[in-house]
């Protein structure tokens, strides 16, 4: 092998090396933002006791079937 042919594969080796690191640094960033999305999403979820403070604790929990 010449030298040019040497310090071509380290140039692609080097390249390729990059390539993924940018990746890993796109996919994390990916991460960090459905993270957040989720994070918001279950905030918003109202609180159901607040809806219906003066119903009995056990009103709604069964459903009839039959009717």
Do not use: F, H
Not at 23 to 50: Q, Y
């Amino acid at each position: 092998m010449d030298v040019s042919g040497i310090a071509r594969s380290a140039t692609t080796i080097a390249d390729v090396g990059v390539r993924q690191e940018v990746s890993i640094a796109v996919l994390k960033k990916a991460l960090d933002v459905s993270e957040e999305s989720a994070t918001a999403l279950i905030e918003a979820i109202p609180n159901s006791n607040a809806n219906v403070p003066n119903l009995p604790p056990n009103l709604g929990r069964n459903i009839n079937t039959t009717a």
